[in-house]
């Protein structure tokens, strides 16, 4: 049984990552899961530094993922496990994809092999079950263009929560 915070869309906004991880932490959240474009290495420490459990994390299209990635390789962060453009991981019998690109998603949930498929990039929250997959986008910690957001899942209770970060 495990409580996971996703979060995408960072865009080197630190004030906000901060009050997320503040939640996060006193939430007794076990793992991250990152969707993408956190824009630079340096917040990546910062939120590496903030949250002493497992993230994973998947690049978006502003983080330059070449880069991003070999910085990574040189000056790995003990808690931070990268894939490129899709991550999978299995907990408590959820099989759980993560991208950063929509229709990359689209295709992860159309293909029937994932319980649960998380993604970034618009920074819209969105939820939809489709055929037995949940395609869910927690929105964005920049705060662009909609408020700053994220989610929390519960594999025990298979529930979705979004939490706008001025609510909290």
């Not at 099989?95 to 998603?105: E, G, Q, Y």
């Not at 618009?122 to 949940?134: A, R």
Request: charged residues 25%; contains cysteine; glycine residues 6%.
């Amino acid at each position: 049984m495990m409580k996971i915070a996703i979060i995408s869309d960072t865009h080197d906004n630190l004030a906000t990552l901060n009050k997320a991880i503040a939640w996060i932490n006193r939430n007794d959240i076990q793992k991250i899961i990152h969707c993408g474009d956190i824009a630079s290495f340096e917040t990546l420490q910062e939120l590496s530094g903030l949250y002493a459990g497992e993230i994973q994390l998947v690049f978006g299209n502003m983080d330059d993922d070449y880069s991003l990635s070999e910085t990574l390789k040189s000056h790995p962060l003990a808690n931070v496990i990268a894939h490129r453009k899709i991550g999978i991981i299995n907990i408590d019998d959820r099989r759980i994809a993560f991208t950063h690109f929509p229709r990359l998603a689209e295709d992860l949930a159309k293909s029937e092999k994932y319980d649960i498929v998380f993604y970034g990039h618009t920074h819209k929250p969105w939820e939809e079950k489709s055929d037995g997959t949940w395609l869910v986008n927690s929105g964005n910690l920049a705060g662009q263009f909609y408020k700053p957001s994220f989610a929390t899942y519960d594999t025990a209770t298979d529930q979705l929560e979004l939490k706008v970060l001025e609510n909290l």
